[in-house]
Every structure is written in C-alpha cells, then in structure tokens.
C-alpha cells in the first residue's frame, strides 16, 4: 500500500511539473497587447488603422487592438468615466480636445521624432500630444449637383439647398464644434447664430459624427457635408471618380489638427512610443496621406504625394474656446435647435 502511495504520487508530482512548465511556456510565448483608441473612421477598413497595425506587428512582437470611438468628443467623455484603463495610445483629439483630454486623465510625456521636418504650418507638440496629421474644414459636394458652389455661409441659406445640408451636432462632434466657432469668428456671435437659424433651415440633419454625415452623402442623402478640403481625394482614389469638389469659402477655413497620446495609465508604454514612433514617420505618414486622406506633419511626404494636388484654401484661425465658453456657445445652439 505504501509503494502504491509513494507511485501515485510520484505520478501526480510529475503531471503537476508538465503542468506548470506547460503553463509558464504558453504564458511567456504569449504577445503583448498593444491597445489603441481611436475613431470609427480611422481604425474602419478603408483606413489608417489597419495599415498601420500590419506594419508595427511586422517587427514590435505583439498584437495590437483597436477599440473604437465614433468621435473624440465622445471618446473623451468614455476615457473620463473610464480612467483610461488598459488604453496604450490615444488618436484623433483635435486642438480644442486637449484641455477636456488633460481634465478628464493623465498623460504621459510623448516624444516626437524627426523634430526637424514639420511641415509648412510648423505644427508643434502642445503639452503631452503630438500632432500627426491636419487638413483644413469645408463643404464638399458633388461638383453636378451644385451650381453654382457656395462661396460662404450666406449661401448656405439658399432656396435651391433645401435638405440639402448634411452637419454635425457639436455637442457630440469636434468638427460640428468647429462649424460653430468657425460662423462665430467669422461674423461675431450675434450675427452667427442670425445666420444658423436661416442655415438650420435646409438641414437635413445634424449627425452624431463626421462618418455619419458623410455616409448619408455618400448615399446620396444630401447634396453638401461638412468634411475636409482633403475629402474629394477619397473619390478621386478610391472610386475613380472626379466629381466631387470642397467648396472655397470667402470666410476662411478653419484648420482641424489631429494629436495623439498616451494615458499615464498605460500597461505598453514603450510599445505605444514605438506605435506612435511609426505614425510619425516616413512609412507611416504615406499611410495616413493614402488611408485618412489628411494632410501628413512630414514635408518630405507632403511634397512628394498626390495630397499636394489640393489647390489652396484660404486659412481663417480660430483660437481655442476655454471649456466654460465652449460649453455656453453649445449651450445656445442647443437652444435654437429646439426652438425650430
């Protein structure tokens, strides 16, 4: 009985020993994840995101993962209630995102390489964000639906666009926020919401998010979305069809700039510099130029890529509204949606 014992046992030690070597080898061949938050449109299929992940799992011997956001406004009301927890890399704030990012978590310090090509606007870090990409805001139409184009807002007000206008709510939206500051520093406050009131007249509808919007364009739901000067490549590359145009505001156009950080709450820091290391350089920027069609921070790239065919717009420079301002203009915009 006792050699039964002593042999039972020796059997079960030895299955205990397999067991944990077999354990402790699955778990140090297990990759690191790499976990970036993004919008719908950037980590989507016909984006950036896909491109950018195949080329850093190439060589960074982990596995990235993409979690999703339809808009920064929105990702940022999800990174407050949630801490940031088990996020790496943060993309798509824009410059009027910054101030709600740093209230609503930590960041840490992001390095930026090749510091020495920044391109024609000199876009540089602010705090703790790098800037990776930019194009400037306008309506893009297709060129045989329209005549003739909008030339500024007041046009936006004519009888022949009714439901015709595709916007977005800026309560939701960084880009509809930036409609409202762009009619606001274009005419006063007074006489930018006057003008919205006769404009919310051929609206269509005020989607949640830039995809939203441009998808019921795209579905020929509307004549005219606000988008990017940038837009009309999309067609002109991906469906080979030139006729769509972003109109030239007499206004100015306002500059959308795009950043990326990373949460002091990160458990990949290292892989998430090196993440944003790759978005930042030359292969990484011809990524963002052929998938996000936006404007790349390299100028080497700039110069060198169709993107440099977009004629050029007029640049109208908003300043950053503080949080309680913006708040205040939503606020009144609000109001005047529900009063139509």
Not at 34 to 57: D, H, M, N, T
Not at 243 to 271: N, V
Request: net charge neutral; charged share 25%.
């Amino acid at each position: 009985m006792r050699h039964l014992l002593i042999f039972l046992g020796t059997i079960f030690l030895g299955l205990f020993i397999i067991l944990v070597y077999r354990n402790s080898h699955l778990k140090s061949d297990t990759k690191p994840v790499l976990r970036v938050y993004a919008s719908s449109s950037f980590i989507s299929q016909w984006g950036p995101g896909p491109w950018l992940k195949a080329e850093f799992e190439k060589t960074c011997q982990c596995k990235v993962e993409f979690q999703e956001s339809i808009d920064s406004y929105l990702m940022i009301q999800k990174i407050k209630s949630e801490s940031v927890r088990g996020v790496d890399v943060v993309m798509g704030f824009d410059q009027f995102d910054l101030e709600l990012a740093r209230q609503s978590a930590a960041w840490k310090k992001v390095e930026r390489p090749l510091e020495d090509q920044k391109d024609s606007y000199a876009l540089n870090k602010v705090g703790d964000f790098v800037p990776y990409d930019y194009s400037l805001v306008s309506f893009v139409h297709r060129i045989s639906d329209l005549s003739p184009a909008p030339q500024s807002f007041q046009d936006l007000s004519r009888e022949d666009l009714k439901n015709q206008l595709v916007l977005i709510d800026p309560r939701s939206s960084s880009l509809g926020l930036q409609m409202l500051l762009w009619l606001v520093t274009s005419y006063g406050e007074e006489k930018a919401f006057e003008l919205l009131k006769s404009i919310n007249e051929n609206v269509k509808i005020y989607a949640s998010s830039w995809s939203g919007a441009y998808g019921l364009f795209k579905e020929k739901q509307a004549g005219l979305v606000l988008s990017y000067v940038t837009s009309p490549l999309y067609h002109k590359i991906e469906e080979k069809d030139m006729g769509y145009s972003a109109a030239a505001f007499k206004e100015g156009h306002p500059l959308q700039i795009e950043y990326a950080g990373i949460p002091e709450a990160c458990k990949e820091c290292e892989l998430a510099q090196e993440f944003i290391n790759l978005v930042l350089s030359e292969n990484g920027q011809k990524i963002i130029v052929q998938k996000n069609y936006m404007f790349p921070v390299l100028k080497d790239v700039l110069e060198n890529s169709i993107i440099k065919e977009i004629p050029p717009y007029e640049r109208l420079p908003i300043p950053a509204p503080s949080i309680s301002e913006r708040e205040r203009l939503i606020k009144k915009w609000t109001q005047l949606r529900r009063s139509q």
